[in-house]
């Protein structure tokens, strides 16, 4: 499922989308550069749910790191294979975002893409 929005929309915002989707923590700055823009609006979702994935992964993952790290042997691989599965799946993400923002596309992002927080 992709959105569509205005050629002259996505054209004027699509930097500053760039922008947010490589530096998740600057989420705000296509809602700074034009408050009005849906395209905008969009990739700031995006960029401020993959913000919150990554530090929602990371507490979960110190937490069950640290609970692992107890049993000999098996906790050093369940804590490798968490490793993988959380960077790896934020990793996923990250670029999924950053090649749509670069197209100058507007899809959500896999399986957390559906939650709006910026209408």
């Not at 507490?59 to 692992?68: E, V």
């Not at 968490?82 to 090649?99: D, E, H, K, N, P």
């Amino acid at each position: 499922m992709e959105f569509q929005f205005d050629p002259a929309d996505v054209q004027k915002n699509k930097s500053m989308a760039i922008i947010a989707v490589i530096f998740p923590i600057l989420f705000f700055l296509p809602l700074v550069s034009d408050a009005n823009s849906a395209y905008g609006k969009f990739h700031a979702n995006s960029a401020l749910l993959l913000l919150l994935y990554g530090i929602v992964a990371s507490i979960l993952y110190a937490i069950l790191a640290a609970i692992f790290i107890f049993i000999p042997y098996v906790g050093i691989i369940l804590t490798t294979i968490i490793s993988i599965a959380v960077w790896g799946t934020s990793l996923a993400l990250w670029i999924f975002a950053l090649v749509t923002a670069c197209k100058g596309e507007a899809k959500p992002l896999p399986v957390i893409g559906k939650i709006v927080i910026i209408k």
